[in-house]
């Protein structure tokens, strides 16, 4: 549940703001409003905490020796400051060297194939009447050059003539081919421009130098760095609290932001001690910063290293999906990653580091439990489908057969199931069909869960009649799961338009359809009035027919559960088909075992990363837009010493 909100807003003397915070940080129980303060130490912190990021990224990057287990030299804050300082200095002097170099190497090699040039010996010539330039031509055209232009070559190749013109200095001669292209003289003579390279890369080897002298020095940056952040946090409030008047000492000040219900009273007394002004409000729907704090049990929480994670946030306003999102997401999981051996390999691991981690008197992270869970539902998974490790059904232990679903199991691939209303035994469904039909069945299921639930808000909420539209959708939504049934699985088994046994189950589904789409056209926008809620979805018809469609496609969408898992097993198979006729060979086993730990490996990373994409997608998109969900919260963070 999302635990409810008191809006606070604490007044004080503005010559005490600063213990007050210290104050208020220590009890650690009221989310602040956003504030963006100014001051000159708050820019001198932000200075040095930018600076030690780029230390720590710069330092980072050396390679160091392993170091005993608990050493890490120390430094005060102000030799930190110093350090990460001269590192920024040295990180702007080496992309400073970086593009000299550059240069002068490009102008090197702009004149590669002339020799040396020395500015120097040009301009004493020129001093001494003899001005010369440097020109390139094409080689079949240096013939061609006229007679009375005085020229020297200097040398040539296959393409390329390079020559001085003597006495050029008053311009371009007139009669010179336009084909002829003057060099520029370099910026320094040749030789300098390779004594700066010489020199700028030996001032870069001593930066490098230095970096890798102060690379073990990561760490007290590293908890500079973070200690940083905190006094940021503090001095930001502090430079950014209201205060009225001038902010004068007996000024007043004051400070707003959010508290949990349930803490109310301990942060009264806690007022009172202190001699501050406290008030309290309900939030408005109005505020958007309200932030959300769950409570769940134990269980339904395994899910929040997942959210935390994808930084999803339900808004105050929203609902808490916590357990939905749990229930389902283990069901997709076992389902993508669908092999029970692989499953059984993440369960044995992560209990192995659970009972180190207990052993090693360290508190066991949330994310095993979660791992845990998803891992044991994919052996379940495995077992009722009969897939272990992409082993071939004839290959399996009899009782691992005997654990699997028939209907779904890979035990009885090629078997037609026949459905009663259906008595020619030639039509039925395949095992791939029925898994296609459990895909869609947890579709409308959860999205129907989605719409009961906005639903059973609406009632409560003022806008009862807003229900309507709720119930008109999941009317919809039963109604194009048949459709689906008919369109995809199999349209003699479910029939769109038709009848099983007297029954006209196909044009009840459609009448559904069509009684969903009145209702969630009238009420789906009801805000108190019905007439405005109609004229609001004609002006949005549009979007309101492809809303049935989006039904459809929402419907399909689930079917990568199916999908996905069959391109893993696939994998699997193939693995194995590779594997297999070496297994045999003496010499060539540890190849074979290599390529088995090598391919089912990298299914298993695949599995994975499926996961990531589909089963938290539709959690995250299908199942939340039915709800209307937008994940526009923010995470209930408490001013306090450690969050």
Known sequence: MIEPMKKVSVVLLNKEKEEALKALRKIGLVHLEKIDGASEKLTAFKEYSNNAMLTESILGEIKLPKQKKGYAPKLTNDDVIALCSEVVQ???????????????TTELDRF????????????????????LKLYEINADKYNLVDKDIQTILVNNDKKTVRFLIVNGDEGRPEKLLPEAFEVPFPRISTSLLEKEIRKDEKELDEIQAFYEEKAKFIPAVTAFKKALE????????????????????????????????????????????????VAFADPEDEDTEVPTKLKNNKFVSLIYPLTDFLGTVPGYHEFDISGWFLLFFTIFFAMIFGDGGYGALVAVFVLLMMIKTKL?????????????????????????????????????????????IPWISSAYEDTLWNVPWISDNTIGLTKS??????????????????HIKAAIRNISDKKGLKAIGDLGSLLQ???????????????????????????????????????GFVMSFIFANYEGNVIASILESCKNIISVLLGVVNVFSD???????????????????????????????????????????????????????????HGVR???????????????GVKYQPFADDK
Not at 378 to 403: D, R, S
């Open 555 to 613: 419907i399909v969408s689930y079917i990568r559960l199916w999908a996905v898992g069959l391109a893993g097993a696939a994998i699997s198979n193939t693995v194995n088909t590779l594997a297999g006729p070496i297994l045999g060979h003496a010499i060539l086993f540890i190849a074979a075992i290599v390529l088995l730990v090598f391919g089912h490996g990298l299914n298993m990373i695949l599995n994975v990363l499926s996961v990531i994409v």
């Open 230 to 277: 905190s006094d940021i946090e503090f001095e930001n409030i502090n430079a950014g609290m209201a205060c009225e008047n001038d902010g004068r000492e007996n000024d007043l000040a004051w400070i707003s932001g959010y508290l949990p219900s349930a803490d109310i009273e301990v942060f009264k007394r806690y007022c009172a001690d202190n001699k501050w002004a």
């Open 90 to 104: 040295k990180s702007e002097r080496k992309k400073q060297l970086m593009e000299e170099i550059s240069a002068d």
């Open 433 to 450: 069909q029925n898994l296609q039909i459990f895909c869609f069945s947890l579709a409308l299921v959860q999205l129907s869960v989605a």
């Open 112 to 131: 590669a194939q002339w020799g040396s040039v020395s500015n120097e010996d040009l301009e004493f010539l020129k001093e001494k009447g003899i001005a």
């Open 618 to 632: 539709l959690n995250t998109l299908e199942f939340c837009t039915h709800i209307g969900m937008s994940w526009s």
């Open 360 to 404: 090693s008197g360290k508190k066991v992270p949330a994310a095993f439990g979660l791992i845990l869970l998803v891992s044991l539902a994919t052996v379940v998974w495995g077992a009722v489908t009969c897939t272990w490790f992409g082993i071939p059904v004839e290959m399996l232990p009899e009782q691992l057969v005997k654990l699997s």
């Open 477 to 515: 939504l039963i109604g194009m799961f048949w459709v689906v049934l008919a369109m995809v699985v199999n349209g003699q088994v479910f029939p769109m338009l038709g009848y099983i046994g007297s029954v006209p189950v196909g044009y009840i589904e459609v009448s559904l359809i069509a009684i």
